[in-house]
């Protein structure tokens, strides 16, 4: 691995990724650290950061042109991110060898190749069987990245059958760095035209190492740097925003992740960022809320339980933990200069934000997002501050200056923040598994997050004769004072909210309701230690139940049913695919897909691929309506679209309407040119219902929507209730 060429202090970053959670978070790492580094007493340093917020005149435009979108969040619209392409010659077969799962070495042997030399570290338990790794590479003719981005090496390629390791390897790639230069590898994804930063480890004039849980094509790149030091000196800006790009709760983590979850908080706001599964330039913050239910809650944070949820998930998907094992080495200090170039240089050319892992000498290690580099300042998302957009990593005389901050806000709160000393660059899919994000994505999409990560449990009404009712949603109480247990098999503890403020218990521990309909929130927390010795109660869920007690308050028009008369996703063909389209009766779709269209180059046709995303919301429909009582259903659409380059072609089409009493009373509909902007619709659809007599019913509210991917059709019913 060429150790003696590795610069003496980058070797030190592969502990800043271990390190970073040492138990399932951003937990204590002291079995790491032998010789532990003063500590800043930093609670007067926590709360001057915090006075900090939006210090720099120049973020104070930190919306950046957001609006306001009924689906909650904002809609951004910001500038595409760089693109580009390589051109290559013939590939060239360079090795073809086995590793087992006990590990081994993958060398390339070929004297006069430009990568002769090249070595593949895979640890000992990185696969669960045997892995054959083939390596190849193809010289680099051209390419249209820029002025920043030069060619180091041949475009290498490396495969293997499997796509994440278990434990952190390394690549030594042989590259000439002249001494006034700066080098960085990165994946070059071929067919979407981008590239991504790889952390690494070392590096000197003759080799780089990098650090990776998997492998695909890769190239270094150079760049002189004076040119790189004028660069330092603009505004390198991936155009995320705390507040606008991050998620609204604050890192106090959870049952599951007793520590903190600061990495999956981190990662899910990264990914989502970068995916933009909702749509382009609809954001995160806030969207939400509630669980994206209205009406929206912002100041009861444990109510957001699918984001806090997934955050805690992906925290243990990723595991960090893990690579405490193969990389227990003292911590020396990484090598500033270098990850504040990584920082900057990857930004540059990906256009993304980045991971940061910290540590601190008195053993705690925290993840974050760098978004932005700017004034000698690396501009910093954290878990523990949500939409602060004050935070910061500065850089000065070729060093990071301590950053403040906590394993999670509760120890903050606590007093036992502290200083960060070692700052390391993680880049972004090296170490998460992006397939991962987006399966529990469509987990978190489906309410089902965490069910199989954390501990199972359910509410009953228990009564005084012993007997019990299975607590569900439209509870029909009996008694005014009822008595709510939790089934589970781990000690419990709870908060109740009754429509939306927290109650307490009578002295025999039933909590008394309202007339009408009560909707309660049920907070509910374990012993992460199980020891009621020691107890750490920690965030396990939360949930709403109405309860009904006495008559219904409603005396009017009771939604009584919903039914789905039509839900379709079209099927992809030749012209089409990747077709999405998703929907809830809560009142919101999203639909996205590519098309295939032709376009004639002056010699041939070739295919220009067009994405598309359209999504809609509308506000849902209420549970009684009095009669003569004027109803108001808030309409919203966006539509936008990508292309790999530019092309006049056809229609995107999407619509949404609403019929009350068999008349239209509110439509959007949007046509969209390649050719035209992204266009954003809202519509206010109001109607009155009159008086009626018991049990009759109304023909239905309809709301029907389609894009050019998929349709449907939801009927609301309503029933007349004296």
Not at 34 to 53: I, Q, R
Not at 136 to 144: N, Q, R
Not at 699 to 707: D, R
């Amino acid at each position: 691995m060429h150790r003696g060429r590795l610069l003496q202090r980058t070797s030190a970053f592969l502990s800043i990724l271990l390190l970073i959670a040492t138990t399932t978070s951003c937990g204590n790492v002291d079995e790491f650290i032998e010789d532990a580094g003063d500590v800043l007493d930093d609670v007067g340093d926590v709360a001057k950061d915090v006075g900090g917020v939006v210090k720099d005149a120049i973020d104070e435009h930190g919306d950046d042109g957001a609006s306001d979108s009924e689906a909650g969040g904002k809609t951004v619209s910001r500038p595409p991110r760089p693109t580009g392409s390589l051109t290559t010659g013939l590939e060239i077969p360079l090795a073809l060898e086995t590793v087992e799962p006990s590990g081994g070495t993958v060398t390339v042997d070929k004297p006069g190749d430009p990568l002769d030399g090249m070595e593949i570290q895979v640890p000992a338990g990185a696969y669960p069987d045997s892995q054959q790794f083939a390596v190849s590479s193809a010289p680099v003719d051209g390419h249209d990245f820029g002025e920043y981005f030069t060619p180091a090496t041949p475009l290498i390629s490396i495969r293997n059958a499997s796509d994440y390791s278990g434990e952190l390897m390394t690549v030594t790639i042989p590259v000439e760095v002249p001494q006034d230069h700066f080098a960085m590898a990165f994946y070059y994804d071929d067919a979407a035209g981008t590239l991504e930063g790889i952390p690494f480890n070392g590096m000197d004039e003759h080799s780089i190492t990098v650090v990776t849980r998997h492998f695909s094509d890769i190239i270094v790149s150079i760049i002189d740097n004076t040119l790189l030091d004028d660069l330092l000196k603009t505004d390198i800006d991936s155009h995320f925003r705390p507040g606008i790009d991050d998620w609204q709760f604050t890192n106090y983590g959870s049952y599951i992740a007793k520590g903190g979850h600061c990495a999956g908080q981190s990662a899910t706001e990264l990914w989502y960022f970068c995916e933009q599964p909702d749509g382009k330039d609809l954001t995160l913050y806030n969207r939400y809320d509630n669980n994206g239910v209205k009406p929206a809650t912002p100041d009861l944070w444990q109510d957001d339980s699918y984001g806090y949820r997934l955050a805690s998930t992906v925290q243990k998907d990723i595991n960090w933990d893990s690579f405490g094992v193969t990389f227990q080495v003292e911590m020396t200090g990484a090598d500033d200069e270098l990850m504040w170039k990584a920082f900057a240089y990857s930004i540059q050319m990906s256009g993304e934000p980045q991971f940061v892992g910290i540590v601190s000498n008195a053993g705690d290690g925290h993840a974050m997002v760098v978004y932005r580099v700017h004034k000698n300042e690396l501009y910093i998302a954290d878990p523990n501050y949500p939409g602060n957009t004050g935070r910061r990593i500065e850089y000065s005389g070729g060093a990071f200056k301590p950053y403040n901050s906590g394993a999670n806000a509760e120890e903050i709160k606590a007093g036992n923040g502290k200083a960060y000393e070692r700052i390391g660059y993680c880049g972004k899919t090296a170490m998460v598994d992006w397939n991962v994000l987006d399966a529990r994505w469509n987990e978190f999409k489906a309410g089902t997050i965490g069910n199989d990560r954390f501990p199972q449990y359910h509410y009953v009404i228990h009564h005084d004769n012993g007997s019990e009712d299975l607590l569900v949603d439209n509870y029909e109480s009996q008694d005014k004072k009822v008595h709510i247990w939790i089934k589970s098999d781990f000690p419990t503890d709870r908060a109740i909210y009754r429509n939306g403020t927290i109650i307490e218990p009578d002295m025999n521990g039933k909590y008394e309701l309202e007339e009408g309909n009560n909707l309660i929130g049920m907070y509910m927390k374990g012993d992460a230690n199980n020891n009621p010795q020691s107890p750490a109660y920690r965030y396990v869920d939360f949930q709403y139940f109405n309860i009904q007690y006495g008559e219904s308050e409603c005396h009017g028009w009771v939604l009584d049913s919903i039914v789905e008369k039509r839900f379709e996703v079209y099927n992809s063909d030749e012209f089409r695919r990747d077709l999405v389209f998703e929907a809830s009766t809560d009142g919101w779709y999203s639909s996205s897909g590519c098309n295939v269209v032709s376009k004639y180059d002056g010699n041939d046709f070739v295919d220009v691929l067009v994405d598309v995303t359209h999504s809609g919301s509308w506000t849902t429909p209420p549970d009684c309506i009095k009669p003569n009582e004027t109803v108001l259903i808030e309409m919203n659409c966006s539509s936008s679209y990508t292309t790999s380059e530019p092309v006049d072609w056809g229609i995107m089409a999407s619509h949404l309407n609403i019929y009350w009493n068999n008349s239209e009373i509110g439509r959007i509909n949007h046509d969209m040119y390649t050719t035209g902007p992204p266009q954003e619709s809202t519509w206010t659809a109001e109607f009155v219902m009159p008086e009626g007599s018991p049990g009759e019913y109304w023909p239905p509210l309809e709301v029907s929507f389609g894009t050019d991917y998929g349709r449907a059709l939801y009927e609301y019913y309503y029933v007349w209730q004296e």
